[in-house]
């Protein structure tokens, strides 16, 4: 989701983004980016604060977590609003592919969780250890009992590296691992094993777990990098890249499937299916898939490791997690999917990755899960009747298919491809201005989005 200076890879350059591009079409083009971004929405009446002396409790100070305080501290008068998360650092997660790409340093991802927190909003710098939501309380890592009339949970996802035998997240960067999703300074350290890859070329592995996962396109977008840098190194003939897929699709939106199977046909991109990662030797650069046939073991000059991820500890031991269904295993949040209220504890609300819902594990989807759930809040705090507000399983994707272009792939629950700008940006067409997005305008949005003004 951002913007380097340039798209210079070790001397590379993509070819002039202005080229064959008028100064007027780039400016409408530029326009749209922002528009899109919400950055340069129509001015609309804000609604009546609404006086309280409720207690809210947010569960989390991710991109969720802080989007939702903001709103919260907007639309209430006289609420007691406490945040709770130990993290000093917020990271800015859709940053980590432009940084494993080698376009940005490990510290374009980094920022300060203070500086997006609310004035009057209560900051208790600990972990969640336990919900109670039959005594209507939450217990820090410290032992703190703190007790709320409402509860956001917004605790996010648990990067479960530790199911995958013999992974190492401290090797990340050697001997040809790589990991994009641990940290900034992991995604940095996957670039610069990505790099001394593409100058010799050799065989690279991608995939996916098979579970649910944040950003699903992310292991796909970065097959696509490793490609282009590889071309541009003239080391892709002397190359051979696997994506290896979960399950008998690309991408959960037929469509969209189908669009990037295409692409990586025409790229000689290798794609297997029904590989799940079990097992890894760093040492020896060997990886072992679960099949369908059994396990099978490929040998790698270069790997992305996805781990597997489930709804954070917290979260997946408590009573407020499905206990049926396939948001039960890994322990996702039990909520309406169209109004992020908890089915069986009508006073707790679920947004962002936490939520067992079909779509929505992007921060684009926080975006329009943080207004809906607030809506409803404020209707049962006003006691007026429950709000029309509903979240359509909104779901965005920048699918990055090489330097300097993108796809801007939008959906929702039914699959249905949603684009903002229908005429302008065509979802599946790599475009220039959808490169732009990624890497200019979202970053301005999500810090908006933070903040409440988005």
């Known amino acids: 989701m951002d913007a380097p200076r340039n798209t210079t890879v070790r001397g ?35 609604p009546d604060r609404i006086r309280t002396r409720a207690h809210i409790v947010i569960a989390g100070a991710g991109a969720a977590g802080l ?43 980094v920022s300060r969780t203070a500086d997006y927190l609310p004035r009057d909003v209560n900051w208790i710098e600990a972990g969640v250890a336990e919900f109670d939501p039959d005594a209507n309380a939450v217990v820090t890592t410290a032992g703190e009992r703190v ?74 977008k970065y097959t696509f990098i490793a490609d282009d840098i590889l071309r541009r190194r003239g080391t892709r003939s002397r190359s051979e890249l696997t994506y290896a897929a979960h399950n008998n699709a690309l991408f959960s939106v037929p469509i969209v499937s189908e669009k990037v199977r295409m692409l990586y046909q025409d790229r000689d991109v290798r794609t297997v299916y029904s590989h799940v990662l079990k097992s890894i030797d760093p040492g020896a650069r060997r990886a072992v898939f679960d099949t369908p046939e059994g396990p099978v073991e490929k040998a790698y000059d270069f790997i992305n490791v996805v781990p597997p991820m489930r709804a954070a500890h917290a979260l997946r031991h408590s009573p407020l997690a499905w206990t049926s269904g396939p ?62 507000s509903r979240y359509d399983g909104y779901t965005s994707c920048p699918l990055i298919t090489r330097l300097g272009r993108a796809m801007l792939v939008e959906f929702a629950y039914q699959d249905n491809l949603t684009p903002s700008f229908p005429g302008v940006i065509a979802p599946l067409e790599e475009l220039w201005i959808s490169w732009v997005m990624k890497t200019i305008a979202l970053k301005p949005t999500y810090v908006a989005m933070l903040r409440g003004d988005a």
């Open 12 to 46: 590379e350059r993509a070819s002039s983004p202005l080229s064959g591009i008028g100064r007027r079409r780039f400016l409408q083009l530029g326009a749209a980016s922002l528009a899109s971004a919400g950055l340069l929405s129509a001015c609309s009446g804000k």
């Open 67 to 109: 989007t939702t305080a903001s709103r919260l501290a907007q639309r209430l008068d006289g609420a007691r609003i406490t945040i709770i998360d130990p993290r000093a650092r917020h990271l800015y997660q859709p940053g980590f592919t432009l940084i494993a790409a080698g376009l940005q340093p490990a510290r374009y991802a």
């Open 147 to 220: 007790s709320y009339d409402y509860l956001f949970a917004a605790v996010g996802i648990d990067l479960d590296y530790d199911a995958i035998d013999g992974m190492d997240v401290s090797l990340i960067g050697q001997n040809g691992l790589g990991s994009v999703f641990h940290s900034p300074e992991a995604a940095e350290a996957t670039w610069g094993a990505l790099d001394r890859f593409a100058e010799s070329g050799g065989d690279a592995l991608f995939q996916r777990p098979d579970t649910e996962m944040k950003c699903a396109g992310a292991p796909l």
């Open 327 to 388: 948001y039960a295993a890994d322990g996702w949040a039990e909520v309406d999917r169209h109004t992020l209220r908890h089915a069986r504890y009508p006073n707790v609300f679920v947004v962002g990755d936490a939520a067992g819902v079909p779509k929505g594990k992007t921060a684009a989807s926080v975006k329009w899960q943080a207004p809906v759930a607030v809506d409803h809040l404020a209707a049962d705090l006003a006691g007026a009747a429950p709000s029309d």
